[in-house]
């Protein structure tokens, strides 16, 4: 076929130029997506294997003091019931999760204030006695905070660019600077810190040539996990209109999944929550094309509604901890197999791993 020769490269030397990536991205070929994803799915069980990992999501608060375009938390969004829990609250369930047997918690949040350096590290330290890994998702903060969290035992942390095209970034963020949201990220890895990248599919204004950008960029900072996900327009946020073909993104989301994982060969990879609200099956497919970790919701159900970064997330209705059992019948009728270890980083970094 025309794309014998791109894949053909990306399958020998597991590397392609940022043009004949956006050339892959642009083509509509189901007979490219076929053989695009199986050889993607070839270099996951390669180099990260059949484990899939559970990471515990606790969505412990949506106050936000910014107001990201895209995301249904965002200030100005004063249709929204805003929530926090308590670090007792936080942990009661981060102790439940244990019990259940996951062996990963993530702390996830708007940028809220509230909760200083020390509650937060007093939090992680009392999280990490039950011997599990803790991840923090709670945005961009100074680095005295995260050689706080850091030496209180956190040993991961999710910040996304969101996107590695300035002006697009600009144009998304109104109170981000673009060098400084990177520069969080590379302190973060200079920490110890496990660090996770990721970008958002299918925004307004955003080019095949972004999102190459951005496959690029996963591989050049070689990130430890890299989380990639559609963009859904929540309808109280000023993006709220910016509906596109579903199918469209859809494709553009996997295959952006699959040349991730092929360039990035062992990063851990999440089949993401978003792409399972935009099309039932989604984290399935994420799954057979690159990714190797899934995230069960386990906030508290009287706040998981209004954890609402956009509209129709699944997972909302269930009984709580019922994403575990549902998330191992997904993977074992896969023929894939649920992770029995905490599942960090697989680079091959100086760092202390707890
Ligand atoms: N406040 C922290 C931050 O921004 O890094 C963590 C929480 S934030 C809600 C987590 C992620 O939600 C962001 O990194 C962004 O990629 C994603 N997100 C926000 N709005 C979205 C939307 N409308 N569609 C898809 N993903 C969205
Ligand atoms: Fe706040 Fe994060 Fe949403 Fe931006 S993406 S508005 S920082 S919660
Ligand atoms: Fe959440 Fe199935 S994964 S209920």
Known sequence: ????????????????EEEEIAEI???????????????????????????????????????????????GLRKDNKTLKRFRMSPEEIFSVAERAHRLGIQTIVLQSGEDLHYDAKTLAELIWKIKKLGVAVTLSVGEWEEEEYIIWRE???????????????????????????????????????????????NIVGLPWQTTKHLAHDIKMFQKMDFDMIGIGPFIPHPSTPLGQHHTDTQLKLKLTLKTVALTRILTK???????????????GGRELALRCGANVLMPNL??????????????????????????????KMVEKMGRKVATNPGHSLKNRSRVHS
């Not at 025309?2 to 490269?9: A, V």
């Not at 999710?158 to 981000?176: A, G, V, Y």
Request: proline fraction near 4%; charge should be negative; hydrophobic fraction near 35%.
């Open 152 to 198: 209180a035992g956190a040993d991961r942390f999710l910040l996304k660019q969101e996107t590695f095209d300035r002006e697009l970034f600009s144009k998304l963020h109104p109170d981000d600077d673009f060098d400084q949201r990177l520069r969080c990220q590379q302190k973060l890895m200079e920490i110890g810190f496990q660090t996770g990248s990721g």
């Open 1 to 16: 076929s025309k794309w014998k020769n791109l894949l053909e490269k990306l399958s020998a030397i597991e590397d392609l």
């Open 299 to 328: 906030t508290p159900l009287a706040y998981r509604s209004s954890y609402e970064i956009y509209p129709g997330k699944i997972c909302i209705q269930e009984n709580w901890g019922a994403c575990i059992p549902c998330m191992k």
């Open 266 to 280: 062992n990063a851990h990879i999440p089949a993401t929550t978003a792409l399972g609200t935009l099309v039932a």
């Open 25 to 71: 991205l642009d083509a509509q070929d189901p007979e490219l997506e076929k053989e695009l994803f199986q050889l993607a799915d070839q270099k996951r069980k390669e180099y990260v294997g059949d484990e899939v990992h559970l990471r515990g999501l606790i969505e412990f608060s949506n106050f936000c003091r910014k107001n990201c375009l895209y995301c």
